[in-house]
């Protein structure tokens, strides 16, 4: 669960995209993609040889794990997963199709089908090699000045909105969130995050001489002899070092005030002035910039200086490696399998590469998100499930609503500051009003890298029109398949997309208890974040405001306090302890969002006569419902990653770190006073 409005004319959206697939399908007699069914509380999971009350997770998922080990192209396996795997299978039918439909007048069947071929093409990607990024190498040496970066690194698209120096972008004015303002923020690190570069540690070490092993093995694959390639890595990971120790750590990124520097183009300038900032945004075509934020000032002041002392020389090193590192998986074998060894297999302990059609889908998926998406929502989300899912949420929220009330730790101004809160948040639900026209993209199906950079480069100049607008409430952050959920803070929204809302997940066939014990707790994860020692910052309009009393504020911090310390006490992998501070409003939310569940289906089921199931009390498949939702299994190497660089704790924290903050559980487990699902009152941490 991570950081969704009603959609009008839904009955005919659907029949036009149906009637879309159909002719699609009828033209190359292909089978129906189909969705397998699991249920949201499934008894053969259970382990029952482990006492509830000792190990909620272990009990609850046991079964699981032992049936479910992690297939050897994954890092780590999960419900999460399982489903998202579920998704690619029947998005590869949709593409498949599509693919086939070399004559079809649809646009979103002619360009998702053109770009999967492309990606499936891998004949044609093999005779390529690295020919796609040939022009943006050619265009690295023929600088013959410092003067000329500004200018290079405008006209050189990454995939996935990166740039070679920096993190470009639009977002919304953190004091006027109705505006569209532009945004840059630090990056150029190729490793997950900047504490690979920077701690002490033998493992930290270990990987940096790993990296150092990949680095110099992508420079000989574009063509350098092994002496030359090994003095190029040393100088990349040097240049990064740098930049890496300017970075903002991921705890001080989740302050938004740290983020929030406004300032004009002549103050950018005169913050790095050796980049010719004006050379970029004119070269770029970005409208007139009346404000820009800078989230990390200090990153800039050491470009600056990075600019102003390495070598041309040096710089186009750098950027040879930024352009074949970021497209190597796109081009030929020989990169993609450098690339997977690196960052999947090392790094993560994948023991196998992804099957080629596994990797096209989620290429697909990413880069035409809301092309796939139409087909997609058109097969598995019905007006129904959109009406259903629509009503636990406005239950949650009454439940949100009746909380704030009853707190005792709050005074009434700010109540009524969080009330308003509340009643602003937009709720999205499915898949967005509006979809994204890519007809304006030149797609081909023998140059996928292409493809990949054209796709890259319509996203960015999509966004930098957006400068100067008023904000667009109705998109989206991620894809309608996406199997997750999120909250944005400046937004005010919550946004469940349609692969989020399946069995097991989200199950119409299921009584209320598990549904809302798992779809419910990520309903109030998200609506909790709103509230949680990040989302609280921003006000009802998703301004960044103090809408606290000080008193308040003092208390909820010492209230989110005990989470940080109950959280940071677990050991993860070897003896890496939990970052409580940065997995702090992930755990607030998974605490808060429970809660909230739990009374909603309290109020939804009041006047039924809720009976055993299974063995099972309602309020024992509430719980069961909760926990399975996570059940997982991880690779050491993954869960090394994550401790660094996720906001979320591990699924065994996530639940267990819950209920034990939760009497309810206790009481429908009969759980004895010192047993460890069991806090003493005075140890419970409470928030909302």
């Given amino acids: 669960m991570t950081i969704s409005e009603s959609l009008a004319g839904c009955a005919i959206l659907l029949s036009f995209f149906l009637a879309t697939l159909v002719e699609a399908q009828t033209a190359t007699k292909q089978a129906e993609p189909a969705f397998p069914y699991s249920p949201s509380l499934d008894v053969t999971s259970l382990d029952k040889s482990v006492d509830p009350c000792v190990d909620l997770y272990h009990y609850s998922c046991g079964g699981w794990q032992k049936r479910n080990p992690i297939p050897a192209d994954q890092t780590s396996w999960s419900v999460y997963g399982k489903l998202y795997e579920d998704n690619l299978n029947f998005l590869r039918g949709i593409l498949?199709?599509?693919?086939?439909s070399t004559g079809s007048s649809d646009p979103v069947t002619q360009e998702i089908g053109t770009f999967y071929a492309a990606c499936s093409d891998e004949t044609t990607i093999e005779k390529q090699g690295a020919a796609g990024i040939q022009p943006s190498l050619d265009a690295i040496a023929r600088m013959k000045s410092p003067d000329e970066i500004a200018s290079l690194v405008a006209h050189i698209t990454l995939p996935y909105?990166?740039?070679?120096?920096?993190?470009?972008g639009t977002g919304q004015d953190p004091d006027n969130s109705e505006q569209e303002i532009s945004d840059i923020d630090q990056g150029g690190l190729r490793l997950p995050d900047r504490d690979y570069y920077t701690k002490d540690d033998d493992k930290s070490k270990e990987i940096r001489q790993r990296y150092l092993q990949h680095v110099q093995r992508v420079f000989e694959l574009l063509g350098e002899t092994a002496e030359t390639a090994k003095n190029s890595a040393a100088t990349i990971v040097r240049m990064e070092t740098a930049l890496a120790n300017a970075s903002l750590t991921r705890v001080e990124r989740r302050d938004p005030y740290k983020l929030k520097n406004k300032m004009q183009v002549e103050d950018l300038v005169r913050l790095a002035p050796k980049f010719d900032w004006k050379v970029y945004y004119r070269e770029l075509h970005y409208p007139k910039i009346e404000v820009l934020n800078v989230d990390a000032t200090g990153f800039f002041k050491q470009l600056n200086t990075e600019l102003g002392t390495e070598p041309l020389a040096n710089w186009k090193t750098y950027f040879r490696f930024q352009v074949a590192d970021s497209y190597s998986q796109f081009l030929s074998a020989a990169f993609v399998q450098e690339n997977f060894d690196f960052y999947r297999k090392y790094l993560r302990g994948a023991a196998e590469q992804q099957p080629r059609w596994k990797r096209c889908v989620q290429y697909t998926d990413f880069n035409l998100s809301d092309a796939l998406g139409q087909a997609y929502v058109a097969k598995v989300?019905?007006?129904?499930?959109?009406?259903?899912?629509?009503?636990?949420?406005?239950?949650?929220?009454?439940?949100?609503g009746q909380r704030i009330q009853q707190l005792d730790w709050m005074s009434p101004e700010t109540k009524q500051q969080a009330r308003a809160k509340l009643a602003g948040i937009r709720n999205k639900i499915g898949y967005p009003d509006k979809w994204h026209d890519y007809r304006s993209i030149t797609l081909t199906r023998d140059d996928f890298a292409g493809d990949i950079l054209r796709t890259a480069q319509f996203e960015q100049q999509r966004q930098i029109k957006k400068i100067g607008q008023p904000v667009d409430h109705g998109e989206w952050e991620i894809s309608p398949p996406t199997v997750d959920a999120y909250f944005n803070p400046q937004m005010n929204d919550v946004n469940f997309p349609a692969g989020v809302l399946q069995p097991p997940l989200y199950d119409p066939k299921m009584d209320d208890a598990p549904n809302y014990g798992n779809t419910g707790g990520t309903i109030g994860h998200e609506l909790t974040h709103g509230f949680d020692d990040e989302g609280s910052q921003f006000d009802a309009k998703g301004n960044l405001k103090e809408w606290w009393t000080k008193d308040d504020r003092t208390k909820f911090n010492s209230r989110t306090q005990c989470v940080d310390d109950q959280y940071s006490k677990y050991v993860v992998v070897d003896d890496m302890h939990l970052n409580g501070k940065l997995t702090l409003g992930e755990n607030v939310a998974d605490l808060g969002g429970e809660i909230l569940a739990y009374i909603a289906w309290k109020d939804a089921t009041k006047d039924k006569n809720l009976q055993p199931v299974d063995g099972f009390t309602p309020e024992q498949r509430f719980f069961i419902g909760y926990a399975q939702w996570d059940c997982s299994n991880d690779r050491p190497e993954d869960l090394r990653v994550r401790t660094n660089t996720d906001p979320h704790s591990p699924g065994e924290y996530r639940i267990n770190g819950v209920v034990v903050n939760m009497p309810e559980f206790a009481h429908a487990f009969s759980c004895k006073t010192g047993q460890p699902m069991v806090n003493d009152t005075a140890k419970i941490c409470r928030v909302w």
């Fill in 96 to 100: 498949e199709q599509a693919a086939a």
């Fill in 161 to 168: 909105g990166r740039s070679m120096l920096f993190g470009p």
């Fill in 381 to 400: 989300f019905s007006p129904e499930l959109k009406q259903s899912t629509l009503d636990m949420v406005k239950r949650i929220e009454a439940a949100m």
